[in-house]
């Protein structure tokens, strides 16, 4: 990825006015440190009806290939909850940050 | 071609022959006549501009920005109020790195609200990251709008550029002018190829994202740098149309500065009549120099400070108030780059014209013979005066 955009980017390198010459890279943007609650997958109880997975604002619900629900991207989840209101297994729950 | 138009006219139809992309304004006077006559070069066919009439001058900037930033070439006029309305988005377009060109009609701001000329709009856009270039005549308007467009477009600089000429006694008076034929004009401005533009379909770009206090600061340092480009890039500009045109610019013109005791700064259409004034008192044997300043942002400091080193006495004329209790704008501007510099050559402020007030050889004459005395006498006395205002 452009370093244009990187954290330690000095200001001769920096793209000018400000744009994002760069598509697609919201990835680089760690929103994870923004959260004060955190989903827990509870692997026993979830059912793999995928139906987490489209109510994630943040797409940090992990699928596979296979669509297979595999957890969270940390990273990125911003604890909003959503998905753990749109599981109808009670497969997510809420809990504080550590 | 030698013509006789207004100022607004002359800039009217350079625009027609740059023929931007998009033209976006509303009319305020006294800009009004230049979206007007372009207009009528739109609906003519003389054009293939597209012309937005927008619903005021916050939406001309902004309609001016968005066509901008998605690869088009882009150009408006305004005024006085009409500027101040725009401010938000003044600073949009510089901070976006946005060539945008302006035609600038000074005009007094209200209050008391007044429609005739002075520089209060433009020195309050001053500090807004335009490039802004003032000319005295209708031929400088016309030539500083053409080089305006390669200035701010150049890839070391890509910063919105003002073209500053005096609301009324420029913008309406009809003078001699000799123009640019349409090829050559074209020619001389090029095509616009920004590197990163909305339109490029292969290259995708965001503008205007949130900048976080992470990135915010480089990207005001790379801006900063820009505006420092912009100096070598005028002289480089002002080179290849004094080619074309054997007019010559600089950051600004020194007239009758050889051998100089008393100097008076200033800009615009005033020029003209301190110029006269210089010259009857260099028949009289009195050392009068004037220098007016074309290029304010960026401000040639350097520049400036050395064409003062040899005087005994200047007087750096501003028609804005500062309300800042220490002088005009371009006076503290042109003391600081004095300072450390030229040390020790007395430098006082007038405001003179506020409002559209009639300035006269009588006047400038005034100033001359105060400069006069403070260096017969060597006492500086009150350095913030005011020129013309009944006392
Ligand atoms: S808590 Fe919100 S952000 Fe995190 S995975 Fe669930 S839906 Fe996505
Ligand atoms: S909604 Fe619940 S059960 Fe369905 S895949 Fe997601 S976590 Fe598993």
Redesign the pocket.
Known sequence: MSKIVANDVKWRDISPGGIICDAGNAALFKTGDWRSIRPR?IEE?????????PTCPDSS?IMTEEAL?RGFDYDHCKGCGV?AK????G??EMEEEA | MRERLSGNEAVAIAMRQIDPDVVAAFPITPSTEVPQYFASFVANGAVNTEFVAVESEHSAMSACIGAQAAGGRTMTATSSAGLALMWEMLYIAASSRLPITLAAVNRALSGPININNDHSDTMGARDSGWIQIYGESNQEAYDNFIQAVCIGEHPAVQLPVMDCYDGFITSHAVENIELLEDEEVKAFVGDYTPEYYLNNKAHPIAVGPLDLPVHYFEHKRLQAEAMRNAKRVILEVAADFEKLTGRKYGFFEEYKMEGAETAIVVLNSTAGTAKTVVDKLREQGVKAGLIKLRVFRPFPAEEIAAALAGVKAVAILDKADGFNAAGGPVFTDVTSAMYGRVDGVPAISYIYGLGGRDVRAGDIEKVYSRLAEIVKTGKIGEVYNYLGVRE
């Open positions: 997958w109880k979830c059912k793999q009806c995928s139906l987490c997975y619900i629900m998905c749109a599981c109808p297994f497969a997510i």
